[in-house]
């Protein structure tokens, strides 16, 4: 509670003045002090935990959404980044005429860039809301959101550009099928198919007729 106490202070007259509204300031300084001095009187001394918890949650109640405005602001860059950079890598797989990616159905490649584009439109609309926002209103959209739409574009693109190339088909023989005008290989003879045919006679022998 007495960590607390100091270290929020501080914050609200430097990293986190932009973050505060001047109502929630007022608000929480004042419960702050209150905190402070029941925390350093009899009464605080003698308190429960329990006591101590329900003071602390108060002031939580208040900074904790201020806080969160400033990581939000130190942190949705870095989350938009990773999130354009999914859809860049996805996108371009999808439209590469790659030869990896060519037995991939057409329609299935086209959801993808779809995929993208929506996902897209969305960061880049939220971003332009977001720049009109002040600072001290929660944020438009959050770091985990921007992570989410991140997941969600890999799961979804993911399964159909890793799509293994179909096997070649096999005659029930286990042998390839040869391709059309190809002449099939013939099969290799036994030495005894061989032999046989050489002891074999060529043809009747004529018979004299008298």
């Known amino acids: 509670m007495e960590e607390y106490i100091y270290d929020m202070r501080g914050k609200l007259d430097t ?43 108060a002031a939580k109640k208040i900074g904790d959404p201020i806080s969160a405005r400033y990581i ?8 938009a980044a990773q999130l354009r950079e999914a859809l860049n890598l ?36 939220s971003i332009a809301k977001q720049s009109e926002r002040p600072k001290n209103v929660d944020p ?4 985990a959101e921007a992570l989410k739409k991140r997941d969600e574009i890999t799961y979804f693109a993911l399964p159909i550009l890793n799509r293994p190339k179909p096997k070649k088909t096999e005659s029930a ?20 198919q061989k032999e046989g045919q050489k002891e074999a006679p ?3 022998s004529e018979m004299d007729v008298d």
């Open 15 to 57: 990293r986190y003045a932009a973050y505060a509204q001047p109502q929630e300031k007022e608000s929480l300084l004042k419960l702050l002090q209150e905190s402070e001095d029941w925390l350093y009187s009899d009464e605080g001394d003698d308190a429960t935990k329990s006591a101590y918890v329900e003071r602390l949650d």
């Open 202 to 204: 060529e043809g009747p």
């Open 90 to 125: 996805y996108g371009s797989q999808a439209a590469s005429e790659d030869e990896k990616y060519a037995h991939i159905d057409a329609k299935d490649k086209q959801s993808i860039i779809e995929k993208v584009a929506t996902i897209q439109k969305w960061l880049d609309d």
């Open 72 to 79: 939000e602001t130190e942190n949705r860059s870095g989350a």
């Open 173 to 192: 023989s286990g042998t390839e099928t040869p391709k059309s005008g190809q002449e099939p290989e013939p099969t290799p003879q036994s030495d005894a």
């Open 140 to 143: 438009v959209f959050t770091c």
